[in-house]
């Protein structure tokens, strides 16, 4: 496996947005479980809790929070892929992206790319995707792909740590990030789009999304009717 496409859920999926892209590339593509990474050690009850599943007041199920790794086995210019989504981890940072990295590197990962999404004062019909890079390739490859490089302080995601120790291994990473306006509910079916052209695009396979391209049309005639309405929504945009 020498790419991996990586998600996380929680602060860095803002509007559920990375866990939509990457179910739909789970639809688009033939995908099998690979692994289960156990993230004991790397929560706390604040952040997440366990998963029960009870029945005739007996507990059935319990699910702990983990990572979930699948291999995608298509007809990729560079052999398989490997695929991550679950919890962004709440402690042990360094820990934890150090972990990622040694797994990724065992299995002859060469390239990470991650996926964000954050809220911002963009509008819905604007299309913005930014990059953050640590190399002059992965630098041209943002501005092919009309990127904008990103500038910003502030709160970190996981994926600044992940970057961090992929640097010091030795592998190439980047991270993706969706820019959805902060008015706007649940995931934005066209910058998913967007977001599936890149990965297409990186990982040498077409990834048509027309299906998500016509669900926007439709949508985004209900949202200008809803901000139509919505006098407190004009003035903020004003």
């Not at 007996?58 to 086995?73: A, C, D, H, K, S």
């Not at 967007?194 to 027309?210: F, P, S, V």
């Amino acid at each position: 496996v020498r790419k991996a496409v990586l998600g996380f859920s929680g602060w860095p999926d803002a509007g559920k947005l990375i866990q939509f892209t990457l179910d739909r590339l789970k639809m688009m593509t033939s995908n099998q479980l690979a692994a289960n990474w156990d993230l004991d050690g790397f929560w706390h009850t604040e952040a997440v809790r366990p998963q029960i599943s009870a029945q005739h007041g007996q507990i059935r199920r319990m699910e702990w929070p983990g990572y979930q790794f699948f291999l995608v086995n298509e007809d990729f210019s560079h052999g398989p892929v490997l695929l991550g989504e679950g919890l962004e981890p709440s402690l042990a940072w360094r820990t934890f992206a150090r972990q990622l990295v040694e797994l990724l590197k065992g299995w002859g990962c060469e390239q990470i790319i991650l996926l964000g999404s954050m809220l911002d004062q963009v509008l819905h019909d604007e299309i913005i995707i930014s990059c953050v890079v640590q190399d002059s390739s992965s630098y041209n490859l943002a501005l092919e792909e009309g990127c904008q490089l990103i500038a910003y302080e502030g709160p970190s995601a996981i994926h600044a740590a992940v970057m961090a120790e992929a640097k010091q291994a030795n592998i190439g990473c980047m991270s993706f990030w969706g820019h959805l306006p902060f008015y706007l509910n649940g995931p934005h079916e066209l910058i998913a789009a967007r977001l599936l052209g890149i990965l297409g695009r990186m990982l040498g396979m077409e990834l048509a999304a027309e299906e998500l391209v016509t669900a926007w049309k439709e949508r985004e005639q209900q949202i200008q009717q809803i901000v139509g309405q919505d006098k407190g929504v004009q003035q903020t945009l004003e």
